[in-house]
């Protein structure tokens, strides 16, 4: 018997950031130093956000810390946001944290050792002999991999209770040392949220988990992915990221669904993560969507940006409030350079 995603959740953090505020406090921080400024910030106005999500208020950002304050920030915020979104799905699956065999924990924007779902073990009730699959460095892809990794657990363990909690803390990364256009784009672009999800085998649930697979393009190590430097991390954004999705992707998507055995032809509906406005349109492109196609993904990154890797699962959550499709294949990049996939049938 396949997998079944029992429950779905999301979680934000409290401070709300209006992108409009966000603008205008980054032309007061790097206007003067950016030489090409009023070009490069209309970023801010080109990504399709208007609010985000942060862990502390606007004014943490602007006073240099270091490793040792966003560590904290990323420990405390980070738990919190586990916890919030892990009682929701655990609550939405009539289920307690000591129902859980097994907890896969995706985080990629902090260092927790122990991980986190061990910091919260006490506070939210897991049994001492859960199991524990910390996963760090997959970015965007993040969401997408942990589900699949979470069904293929469920599935190992017919019978167990598999919970995948992501929490991304993408703020911590705005620096006020680093003038780049990398960290301008990741300032106009990062927000902070959480998901969790149950699997389970041989169960009821919300949709069915039919496939999953990954595809990495060598010699794309530079594309995305974490400089890791004094001050904290630094951000890797290639330009290259839009075209390189567009002339890339189909040929990806259909390796993975033709090793899963299902035909591209029978996908219903594509959710993905939208990393960007540019993004998006070139995804619609490279898979000949129609324009537009992705509205799900659109209002995601409308309302909550680019929450790395729990924002494809926020995409599948407003898919599943307006009705899965019979067929579904959930997508989303990462650092790598790596596109994860997983297929889903309409609960029957």
Known sequence: MSPKLVSLATALPPHVLPQNEVAAVARNVFGRRFQDFDRLGRVFDTAGIERRYGVCPIEWYLEEKGWPERTAVYLDAGA???????????????????????????????????????????????????????????GCAGGITGLAIASRLAEAMPGSTVLLVVVEVCTLAFRLDKVTKANLVATALFGDGAAACIVRVGEEGIAEVTGS????????????????????????????IPPFAEHNLAGALSAILSKTGIDPQHIDRLLCHPGGAKVVTSIEQALALPKGALDHERAVLRDFGNMSAPTALFVLAQALRAGLPRNAAVL?????????????ARAT
Request: glycine share 12%.
């Open 80 to 138: 919190d946001l586990f916890v919030a979104a892990a009682r929701k799905a655990l609550n939405a699956g009539a289920l307690t944290a000591a129902d859980i065999d097994t907890v896969v924990t995706v985080s990629s924007t902090g260092i927790s050792t122990p991980s986190l779902e061990a910091r919260v073990a006490d506070t939210i009730g897991f049994r001492p002999d859960v199991k524990r699959v910390p996963i760090f460095g997959l």
């Open 213 to 240: 697979g990954e595809h990495m393009w060598p010699g794309t190590l530079g594309i995305m992915g974490w400089e890791v430097e004094a001050q904290g991390f630094g951000v890797i954004f290639d330009r290259a």
């Open 332 to 344: 989303a990049l990462g650092p790598g350079f790596t596109a994860s996939c997983v297929t889903l």
